[in-house]
C-alpha cells in the first residue's frame, strides 16, 4: 500500500521560511519523478517543483524559481521542499505526489492528471 505523508506546513510571515517534507512508503524512489504540487481557494492546482531522484533532475515553476529547492533522501525514502523569502501568494495547500511509470519531471509537472499517488497536503500560510 503506497503512502505519501506530507508534513511542515504552518504560519509564516512574509520572508520567512519553511521546509516541508514527504515521506514515501510502499514503494522505493528509483527514477520516478516526484513533484509538490499546490493549491489555493478558488484557483487552480499549480505545479511547484519536481525531481527525479536518479538523475537530480529537477524543474521549477517560474512562480517560485530562485526561492524553493527541491531534495530528494532515498535513504529515508522522503522528498523535501525548501521554501525560503516566503510570499503571501504563496499561501495554499501542497500535495506530493509520485508516479512510479512518470520519469519526466516535465510530464509530471504538466499533467498531474496522471500521476498515481497523492499525499493529503499540508497548509501553508504566508501573513503579510
Known amino acids: 500500500d503506497v503512502q505519501l505523508q506530507a508534513s511542515g506546513g504552518g504560519l509564516v510571515q512574509a520572508g520567512g521560511s519553511l521546509r516541508l517534507s514527504c515521506a514515501v512508503s510502499?514503494?522505493?524512489?528509483?527514477?520516478?519523478?516526484i513533484a509538490w504540487f499546490r493549491q489555493a481557494p478558488g484557483k487552480e492546482r499549480e505545479g511547484v517543483a519536481c525531481i527525479v531522484s536518479d538523475n537530480d533532475d529537477t524543474v521549477y515553476s517560474d512562480s517560485v524559481k530562485g526561492r524553493f529547492t527541491i531534495a530528494s533522501d532515498n535513504a529515508k525514502n522522503t522528498v523535501y521542499l525548501q521554501m525560503d523569502n516566503l510570499r503571501p501568494e504563496d499561501t495554499a495547500t501542497y500535495y506530493c505526489t509520485i508516479d512510479q511509470s512518470v520519469t519526466s519531471c516535465i510530464t509530471a509537472m504538466v499533467y498531474p492528471g496522471g500521476m498515481d499517488y497523492w499525499g493529503k497536503g499540508t497548509l501553508v500560510t504566508v501573513s503579510s
Open positions: 510502499g514503494l522505493t524512489f528509483g527514477n520516478s519523478a
